[in-house]
């Protein structure tokens, strides 16, 4: 039978298949930026990856590329990339980048705008966005996309399931809003102590020590990847495993040591290692041992994303082959100074920061268990 395995108990009749080219319509209107009309403009970038949700700040609609016109309460969904989950229900008119799809109902009778926002979320929608991706750049492909079917069900069904997940994706947005509000609360409360209890200059060349020691044998501990965004094993990261990959002979990181990426520091790809034991990482990376008599590890964790640090390594890294990656001038590396107050204040700060870190990574966690719940609902109330 036609039913999904979770539904609201007042429903019992099966759903019906539709083809998606009889009840979705993914328009292209055009924007002419000569009509005067303010229309605030939407890029990929702009769509919150997995949220539902989009940040301010939008570009200018005066450019040469592509832009379509969106009106309230229609479907974005980002084509380009498929996997990133980048949608959002319109909640204003304006213009978005050709690499997003505007969607709405072709039949008000059969299927809601609302409803639309929720099919583009699930695994089977997703899944056959990434069939009909090219390799060298996904992006998914409406005309094959069209031509397969979806289940729904009734109107007043498909109005009650909008309304419980909606209200989930609101309890969502408000534990994401509060983790950014954690995250700003302790920029502003510990950048102000850190410059109030500067005292001492010290470089880096003071305190780090390049260590390079390699793995002898394949898989020996696992894949770490190290991003601007923190640490994270590869098999989360990128989803998968590395094992058939050759990596004899990759560099070891230990707990507490630091590692950076030379091409790409000036962004803010810098850790310590204080999630894991011992893990592998590739080459490219440049890790080193820290002097924890001359300054406090959870102190010098905060420190080293702070403004004052990018802009520190941006002076220390050169122009590359890209724009996107310089190549860092180890010895100017060596060279960043800060200020530090004595090491007992150091370790009175860093164990504020650390206690702050606690708060924020609890309530991450509680973020990811509802990004979880909403996964585990989706499967079973779609077919």
Request: glycine share 4%; aromatic share 14%.
């Amino acid at each position: 039978m036609n039913i999904p395995k979770l539904r609201f108990k007042e429903f019992t009749d099966e759903w019906n298949y539709e083809i998606f080219d009889n009840i979705i319509d993914i328009r292209s209107k055009s924007y002419n930026p000569n009509n005067n009309i303010n229309y605030k403009c939407i890029e990929l970038e702009n769509i919150n990856q997995g949220a539902g949700t989009i940040n301010g700040y939008f570009n200018s609609c005066e450019q040469k590329s592509t832009k379509n016109i969106f009106y309230k309460n229609e479907v974005l969904f980002g084509k380009l990339r498929p996997y990133l989950k980048k949608y959002w229900y319109a909640t204003f008119d304006g213009v978005c980048s050709s690499e997003i799809w505007v969607a709405k109902s072709k039949s008000s009778e059969k299927i809601t705008n609302k409803f639309i926002l929720y099919i583009f979320q699930t695994n089977y929608f997703l899944q056959l966005c990434n069939l009909s991706t090219g390799s060298k750049m996904p992006r998914a492909d409406w005309d094959f996309i069209k031509e397969h079917f979806f289940a729904i069900p009734t109107l007043k069904e498909q109005d009650k399931i909008v309304r419980f997940l909606s209200l989930l994706d609101k309890k969502i947005e408000l534990q994401t809003r509060k983790i950014e509000a954690l995250k700003l609360f302790k920029k502003g409360l510990f950048d102000t102590q850190l410059e109030k209890n500067e005292k001492e200059l010290i470089m880096f060349d003071d305190f780090l020590d390049e260590v390079v020691e390699k793995t002898t044998i394949q898989n020996q501990y696992p894949i770490l990847s190290s991003t601007s965004k923190g640490l994270f094993l590869q098999s989360d990261y990128f989803n998968k495993h590395a094992s058939s990959e050759n990596n004899i002979g990759y560099k070891i990181l230990k707990r507490n040591q630091l590692v950076l990426s030379p091409q790409n520091l000036w962004l803010g790809n810098i850790n310590i290692n204080n999630k894991f034991n011992i893990l592998i990482l590739s080459l490219s990376y440049k890790v080193y041992n820290i002097n924890i008599k001359k300054i406090d590890l959870n102190y010098f964790n905060y420190w080293i994303k702070t403004p004052k640090a990018l802009y520190s390594y941006l002076v220390s890294s050169e122009q590359g082959a890209s724009i996107v990656r310089r190549n860092l001038n180890t010895e100017m590396f060596n060279q960043i100074s800060l200020k530090v107050p004595n090491l007992k204040k150091q370790h009175i700060l860093g164990n504020k920061i650390y206690q702050f870190d606690l708060k924020i990574n609890l309530e991450k966690e509680m973020l990811k268990q509802l990004y979880k719940l909403k996964k585990g609902l989706m499967q079973n109330m779609f077919i």
